[in-house]
């Protein structure tokens, strides 16, 4: 079955660190990736996405992903967050027309980042 | 402005009651999602609608019934409401094709008592 796990449940940064959060996926089929980000109490809303090309995307907020085909890997990354950065952050994966174009998610990660 | 808006945002009710959820949306998108997020912010597709047309369907309980009277409309009527069904339910919208993204409404949050 087709599926999206993020190894991250919770991590906890202080200001200035370097994010990573893991994201695999497990579909043979193309598939288009994206990250979405949840504030508290807020909607989700899309952090950055990779169709093809460049496996290296950037998006918002200083946020960039790298895709890994062989590792079915799309893991999220920033240099240096902020505590504005503290959120819920999902994988999101969408599948072809054979799927019906379904989009799953991952479980979430919860970031909270120290002032 | 253009958005994806669904009405209540918040919900309160006893269980045994029914009540329905609606959204809307303007972005001239041709497929609308309804999703679970439980209390552990986990995300479950429930149902989603191709041009009025039902296509995702997940394992849900049949008083789940969702209705789309057009494209831009998919409202979610819920019968006999149980204490488990507390959860927030999000509504999303976006073209059919695999590139396009999801776009979200703000969210239901539904609480039953």
Same mark, same amino acid.
């Given at each position: 079955a087709q599926s999206v796990s993020q190894h991250n449940h919770h991590v906890i940064l202080s200001e200035a660190a370097s994010l990573e959060l893991g994201c695999n996926y497990s579909y043979g089929g193309t598939v288009n990736l994206f990250w979405y980000v949840q504030y508290p109490g807020q909607h989700l809303q899309l952090l950055l996405k990779y169709f093809? +090309?460049?496996p290296l995307v950037k998006g918002i907020k200083g946020f960039e992903a790298e895709f890994i085909k062989s590792k079915f890997s799309f893991n999220l990354r920033k240099p240096s967050v902020q505590w504005s950065d503290t959120a819920e952050y999902f994988c999101a994966v969408k599948m072809g027309a054979r799927n019906n174009n379904d989009m799953r998610f991952g479980a979430g990660t919860r970031l909270t980042v120290k002032p | 402005d253009t958005a994806v808006s669904q009405t209540p945002k918040y919900l309160v009710t006893q269980m045994g009651n029914d009540k329905s959820i609606k959204c809307e949306q303007n =972005? +001239? *998108?041709d497929t609308m999602y309804w999703y679970k997020q439980d209390s552990k912010k986990f995300l479950k597709i429930m149902f989603s609608y191709n041009n009025k047309e039902l296509i995702i369907n997940e394992t849900?309980?049949? #008083?789940f019934s969702p209705k789309s009277p057009d494209k831009a409309h998919l409202n979610l009527h819920i019968n006999s =409401?149980? =204490? +488990?069904?507390s959860a927030v339910y999000f509504c999303a919208s976006s *073209? #059919?094709? #695999?590139n396009s993204p999801l776009h979200f409404g703000n969210g239901t949050r539904l609480t039953v008592t």
């Open positions: 093809s +090309g460049d | =972005l +001239g *998108h849900v309980p049949n #008083r =409401l149980e =204490l +488990g069904d *073209h #059919r094709d #695999r």
